[in-house]
Nanobody
Framework: QVQLVESGGGLVQPGGSLRLSCVAS????????MGWYSQAPGKQRELVGF???????NYADRVKGRFTISRDNAKNTVYLQMSSLKPEDTAVYHC???????WGQGTQVTVFS
């Protein structure tokens, strides 16, 4: 049974940084494309970026240069390093695994002035 558990969210001021983690169980991480998505209140879930099984990454334009996705296969964990955070980054962040369309429960990130 595949499970994804995110952590690392919290409150941060604009310009600050956070690192989110997504621990996977019941699967071998490096066989999946792992994505991060954000969902702000009242809005649809949006892609932040993803890392392919081969290690290459892609990012949404709004986070390019600020966010970095990495993976530690030994720990079966994917990370989202978030820097230069803006109030508009406030959202629940979810990780996703494909194939299979698995989702974690999400972790809240709030960027406040």
């Amino acid at each position: 049974q595949v499970q994804l558990v995110e952590s690392g969210g919290g409150l941060v001021q604009p310009g600050g940084s956070l690192r989110l983690s997504c621990v996977a169980s019941g699967m071998i991480l490096n066989r999946y494309t792992m994505g991060w998505y954000s969902q702000a209140p009242g809005k649809q879930r949006e892609l932040v970026g993803f890392i392919r099984s081969g290690g290459t990454t892609n990012y949404a334009d709004r986070v390019k240069g600020r966010f970095t996705i990495s993976r530690d296969n030994a720990k079966n964990t994917v990370y989202l390093q978030m820097s230069s955070l803006k109030p508009e980054d406030t959202a629940v962040y979810h990780c996703n695994a494909n194939p299979g369309g698995y989702w974690g429960q999400g972790t809240q990130v709030t960027v406040f002035s």
